[in-house]
């Protein structure tokens, strides 16, 4: 049994588990040699689902993250807690799940960490690295800030930050955007979402070198830090935030170049599911924001093969194009010799509908919303096991990141280190994942999904097999209520004080 998971079947307390974290990091420790405290480099890529080569989708271009998830480890059932960008983050940095209804928001970070006084509480784990000596560096979207910084998408730049205290830098280039909410929704020709009044679409093949879009920018920035940083010698955590694939899919024409969009395939589920209520739905409303597409989404029927197919090819050239900005990174990190001695996690905030269950977007507590790529390479472990099956959770990330930079966890959390799991081939069958939103929980087992919704309309319980129905088309509540009493107590435990239970 996976121990760093067993109180989440038990249902031990956060005493009992803080103090079991401890013991096995203290026993991991004093059987090791001596090791250089390790410099960690934090890569999140907004929207980004498990659309690459090395998580079993042959069409997509992605030789730098396999590559990084095949000398590392990769999980294949890594779950966000929400499916919305400021919501996973605030779960991502603070190790917690929702408890509030403001947890479920993009304001939660704003919210509940920003313009507040310090403590001896870390703020977040960025903050928690800073207090044990690492030196903080973000670059690009970490919080749900573009920039790390607070003001609204046609405000003038603030000198607020999302998270006061976790950075000893907090750097951004928004180039001909001016802003960092300009350039995340912004086009080739400096022009942005905003400035064009939504008339837009939601894709865009710039005739422009990398740094022709924002992203390039950052890693144009990044690059220049990591040789400051080179000459420095405390250790160091990075932060880098890419946009893309986030709406809008734009990229540079030679990343679009790489595919044909005739042999893309298009979701293998494209239709609403069967015995549930359109609640659990939403009508696209994001997408369709960029009024300037060829069709607008909806619930009423799907958009057409073609349009579907377009708008892989340019979700798919998004993906390229931030694989190569990493790829510049990997090969830096080795030209200067950091690769030695430094951590790479590679995170999406959420997965993302390319029409599947006819949805555009995120905001579900279905598979495709919830499910992203989570990598962890470490120069130290000897990660017998690459390709980790386990399920797990975004909470798990604070304290893994935390023991493998050998800090002891002092924090109460939800989430549990992954450590053992990079250095063991067993697969933990007992693991769970906890999602919110839409007024509901999702639970994920190693078989199934079970979600209960705490709204008026029926039917508010779903479960998915998984063992037969990896993409959701059907609801089998009904057909196996064995399956939904056996797992109901487990769902009803992630109730964190979010819904009423009557």
Same mark, same amino acid.
């Given at each position: 049994m996976?121990?760093?998971?067993?109180?989440?079947?038990?249902?031990?307390?956060?005493? !009992?588990?803080?103090?079991?974290?401890?013991?096995?990091?203290?026993?991991?420790? !004093?059987?090791?040699?001596?090791?250089?405290?390790?410099?960690?480099?934090?890569?999140?890529?907004?929207?980004?689902?498990?659309?690459?080569?090395?998580?079993?989708?042959?069409?997509?271009?992605?030789?730098?993250?396999d590559?990084?998830?095949?000398?590392?480890?990769?999980?294949?059932?890594?779950?966000?807690?929400?499916?919305?960008?400021?919501?996973?983050?605030?779960?991502?940095?603070?190790?917690?799940?929702?408890?509030?209804?403001?947890?479920?928001?993009?304001?939660?970070?704003?919210? &509940?960490?920003?313009?507040?006084?310090?403590?001896?509480?870390?703020?977040?784990?960025?903050?928690?690295?800073?207090?044990?000596?690492?030196?903080?560096?973000?670059?690009?979207?970490?919080s749900h800030?573009?920039?790390?910084?607070?003001?609204?998408?046609?405000?003038?730049? !603030?000198?607020?930050?999302?998270?006061?205290?976790?950075?000893?830098?907090?750097?951004?280039?928004?180039?001909?955007?001016?802003?960092?909410?300009?350039?995340?929704?912004?086009?080739?020709?400096?022009?942005?979402?905003?400035?064009?009044?939504?008339?837009?679409?939601?894709?865009?093949?710039g005739?422009?070198?990398?740094?022709?879009?924002?992203?390039?920018?950052?890693?144009?920035?990044?690059?220049?830090?990591?040789?400051?940083?080179?000459?420095?010698k405390?250790?160091?955590f990075?932060?880098?935030?890419?946009?893309k694939?986030?709406?809008?899919?734009?990229?540079?024409?030679?990343?679009?170049?790489?595919?044909n969009?005739?042999?893309?395939?298009?979701?293998?589920?494209?239709?609403?599911?069967?015995?549930?209520n359109?609640?659990?739905?939403?009508?696209?409303g &994001?997408?369709?924001?960029?009024?300037?597409?060829?069709?607008?989404?909806?619930?009423?029927?799907?958009v057409?093969?073609a349009?579907?197919?377009?708008?892989?090819?340019?979700?798919?050239?998004?993906?390229?194009?931030?694989?190569?900005?990493?790829?510049?990174?990997?090969?830096?990190?080795?030209?200067?010799?950091?690769?030695?001695?430094?951590?790479?996690?590679?995170?999406?905030?959420?997965?993302?509908?390319?029409?599947?269950?006819?949805i555009?977007?995120?905001?579900?507590?279905?598979?495709?919303?919830?499910?992203?790529?989570?990598?962890?390479?470490?120069?130290?472990?000897?990660h017998?096991?690459?390709?980790?099956e386990?399920?797990?959770?975004?909470?798990?990330?604070?304290?893994?990141?935390?023991?493998?930079c050998?800090?002891?966890?002092?924090?109460?959390?939800?989430?549990?280190?992954?450590?053992?799991?990079l250095?063991?081939?067993?697969?933990?069958?007992d693991?769970?994942?906890?999602?919110?939103?839409?007024?509901?929980?999702?639970?994920?087992?190693?078989?199934?999904?079970?979600?209960?919704?705490?709204?008026?309309?029926?039917?508010?319980?779903e479960?998915?097999?998984?063992?037969?129905?990896?993409?959701?088309?059907?609801?089998?509540?009904?057909?196996?209520?064995?399956?939904?009493?056996?797992?109901?107590?487990?769902?009803?435990?992630?109730?964190?004080?979010?819904?009423e239970v009557?």
């Amino acid at each position: 049994m996976r121990l760093i998971h067993f109180w989440r079947v038990m249902n031990i307390g956060k005493f !009992s588990k803080k103090f079991l974290i401890a013991g096995i990091s203290l026993l991991i420790f !004093s059987c090791g040699k001596q090791r250089p405290v390790p410099n960690v480099i934090f890569i999140a890529v907004d929207d980004l689902r498990t659309e690459l080569g090395v998580y079993g989708n042959p069409q997509v271009h992605s030789p730098n993250m396999d590559a990084i998830a095949k000398q590392g480890s990769y999980f294949t059932h890594h779950y966000v807690q929400v499916p919305t960008c400021g919501a996973s983050r605030y779960a991502l940095l603070t190790g917690l799940r929702p408890s509030l209804p403001v947890h479920l928001t993009n304001a939660a970070i704003s919210s &509940e960490l920003s313009e507040k006084p310090e403590t001896d509480k870390p703020e977040t784990f960025i903050h928690k690295l800073k207090m044990e000596g690492y030196h903080t560096i973000g670059i690009g979207k970490i919080s749900h800030s573009a920039d790390g910084l607070l003001y609204g998408y046609e405000e003038a730049v !603030s000198q607020k930050k999302e998270l006061p205290y976790s950075w000893d830098e907090l750097v951004f280039n928004a180039g001909k955007w001016m802003t960092g909410w300009n350039a995340f929704f912004g086009y080739a020709n400096g022009e942005n979402r905003q400035s064009l009044k939504k008339q837009v679409t939601p894709y865009e093949k710039g005739d422009v070198d990398d740094k022709g879009y924002p992203d390039g920018l950052t890693t144009e920035l990044a690059i220049d830090k990591l040789r400051e940083l080179k000459q420095q010698k405390k250790p160091f955590f990075m932060g880098i935030g890419f946009f893309k694939p986030h709406l809008p899919f734009n990229a540079p024409k030679k990343y679009w170049e790489l595919y044909n969009r005739d042999d893309i395939d298009t979701s293998p589920n494209p239709y609403i599911p069967q015995q549930i209520n359109q609640q659990s739905l939403h009508g696209s409303g &994001e997408f369709n924001q960029y009024a300037l597409g060829d069709e607008m989404a909806g619930i009423s029927e799907p958009v057409s093969e073609a349009y579907a197919r377009k708008l892989r090819h340019a979700y798919y050239a998004s993906i390229s194009y931030i694989d190569a900005q990493i790829g510049l990174l990997r090969k830096e990190l080795k030209q200067l010799e950091l690769d030695k001695n430094t951590i790479i996690v590679i995170w999406g905030d959420h997965g993302w509908h390319l029409g599947d269950q006819q949805i555009w977007g995120k905001h579900t507590l279905f598979e495709n919303a919830l499910k992203s790529p989570l990598i962890i390479y470490s120069p130290y472990e000897a990660h017998q096991n690459k390709k980790i099956e386990s399920v797990v959770e975004t909470v798990d990330i604070y304290p893994t990141i935390l023991e493998l930079c050998g800090i002891r966890q002092e924090e109460q959390l939800d989430g549990a280190s992954l450590k053992p799991l990079l250095q063991t081939k067993n697969l933990a069958t007992d693991a769970l994942a906890y999602s919110y939103f839409k007024q509901g929980i999702s639970l994920r087992t190693p078989g199934y999904r079970l979600t209960k919704y705490y709204r008026k309309e029926l039917p508010d319980i779903e479960l998915y097999d998984h063992t037969k129905d990896s993409v959701e088309s059907k609801n089998v509540a009904n057909e196996l209520p064995e399956v939904v009493k056996e797992l109901m107590p487990l769902l009803e435990n992630g109730n964190t004080g979010l819904y009423e239970v009557k």
